[in-house]
């Protein structure tokens, strides 16, 4: 395992969404997030999605009738409304055998409030959920609908008159019109919304950021087919692994695979920022914190920030999860680790897959001439199936769970079911010369991150309808 990566153990919106689960202390409040904030979500957004003019309303009417069938075990809304009447009424002649219910009964319902006024409570649960909140909107195609009830919900912040009055008579209930939480609500509905909607100058800045570069071409050269970045592999057998290297390179043994294409360079910052633009799932403030060891995307100075100058460098503090996350949303995947051996060896079977003549300066950024720094993809020359940085730059991560190679022939091999670390291939700008061997593996957890860790992505068939004969 690489022992220089770092190891680590391990809004009115969404506070009223989960106002009635702030209940019974932490034990049971973190169950009861668990059993029904994912549902919460998912029905607040179809709400929005159907137009419903009080979307949170409905839901928290929703919610709550699934807490407190679960919890209290009641059967019908109206079985608490003897408790309902006692609290909201005043009825004090409540029957004997009801009175311990009514005492739950309000012990959930003060607990919510209390729960809900506190900033730092409300906060936690608000951070917590806004990925599942974002991938929810755009899953139910809601972004639309939520802008308008984000701006109706703010103006009710700033004014009350805008309010409905079932709607103002709840936030009364709930928040009791105190600034600071009212401030707090408004400003993470602000910072949704501007996560939905980068502003106007961030997608101006995207759109001049096109770049023409090798990692775009399609076309031929040589033997090689190039489509809109994607190289094509011709299928067959090769001969992977090393009888001379580590342990976990042995031994050479052969792989067949089937024909597949990969990206001619790897993921650049310009590339995911694209991305991320139209996807707030995979942001560096909101994807979730159990795919990463807390400094994904370290670097970026903000969602929409990736380090300055550095447009066309490849992408790195990206962990196994999100460099999968990212290939899949495009119609492609992470390659496995046989494709990509197959990749750079293009056909050798040397130690660093080069000519006789060649120098692995040219090919390379590693720590002889990398300067202690990652560089510009395609700085280098391309192998012979004209393939960027597949040795040095930066590591890649591949699809396979690491574990020693198998005996015998293999066909497609896809690594092991199940496993602790997911494999690294490719040394980067950071390691010496002997890491950059072709054979070479190295793995790490699938939630770290570093700042030589970068991928490129492949597939099976071109994702926009490439060829597949060259």
């Given amino acids: 395992m690489r022992g220089w990566m770092k190891w680590y153990s391990c809004s009115c919106l969404l506070g009223m969404l989960l106002w009635p689960q702030l209940v019974w202390g932490n034990d049971l409040f973190h169950k009861m997030v668990t059993d029904f904030a994912e549902q919460s979500v998912k029905d607040f957004v179809g709400f929005v999605a159907e137009g419903e003019r009080y979307p949170l309303m409905h839901m928290i009417t929703q919610s709550r009738f699934k807490i407190l069938a ?81 701006e109706h919900k703010i ?103 089937e024909a597949f294409w990969i990206d001619r360079c790897e993921v650049t910052n310009i590339e995911y920022l694209r991305y991320v633009a139209k996807d707030p799932h995979l942001r560096k403030s909101t994807f979730p914190r159990q795919f990463h060891d807390g400094d994904y995307l370290t670097n970026w100075g903000g969602d929409l920030k990736p380090p300055s100058n550095r447009d066309n460098y490849p992408v790195t503090y990206v962990s196994w999860f999100a460099a999968r996350y990212f290939c899949q949303s495009i119609g492609k995947r992470l390659p496995s680790e046989a494709e990509w051996e197959k990749s750079t060896r293009a056909g050798t079977f040397t130690d660093y897959a080069l000519t006789p003549s060649a120098k692995l300066t040219d090919y390379a950024w590693y720590n002889e001439n990398a300067e202690s720094n990652a560089h510009l993809v395609a700085d280098r020359l391309p192998n012979k199936f004209q393939l960027y940085d597949m040795q040095g730059n930066v590591w890649e991560w591949v699809y396979d769970w690491y574990a020693m190679y198998p005996k015998g022939r293999a066909e497609n091999p896809q690594g092991p079911s199940l496993g602790k670390y997911r494999v690294l291939r490719g040394g980067s700008w950071m390691s010496p010369a002997s890491h950059l061997r072709v054979s070479m593996r190295g793995d790490d957890s699938p939630v770290n991150t570093s700042q030589d860790v970068g991928f490129r992505c492949a597939a099976s068939t071109h994702p926009e309808g490439g060829r597949l004969k060259n």
Avoid at 78 to 101: A, G, H, L, M
Avoid at 161 to 175: F, L, P, S, Y
């Fill in 155 to 257: 103006k009710c912040f700033k004014e009350k008159a805008k309010c409905g009055k079932d709607e103002k008579g709840m936030i009364e209930r709930v928040t009791k019109w105190e600034p600071n939480l009212i401030r707090l609500y408004k400003h993470l509905l602000e910072n949704l919304e501007k996560k939905l909607f980068p502003e106007a100058t961030d997608i101006a800045f995207l759109d001049k950021n096109v770049l023409d570069s090798p990692c775009s071409i399609s076309g031929k050269i040589g033997e090689m087919l190039i489509d809109k970045g994607m190289v094509f592999i011709s299928g067959g057998t090769f001969i992977m692994g090393s009888d001379k290297g580590r342990p976990d390179e042995k031994t050479a043994h052969a792989v067949n695979l």
């Fill in 70 to 150: 679960a919890y209290l075990k009641i059967n019908k809304p109206k079985d608490t409304k003897i408790c309902s009447d006692r609290r909201n009424k005043k009825i004090e002649n409540v029957p004997v055998e009801q009175q311990d219910f009514c005492q739950r009964y309000d012990d959930t319902i003060d607990g919510a409030k209390n729960g809900v006024s506190d900033m730092a409570i409300f906060e936690k649960i608000y951070f917590k959920l806004e990925p599942l909140l974002l991938r929810e909107i755009e899953i139910q195609e809601a972004r639309e609908p939520m802008k308008k009830w984000i």
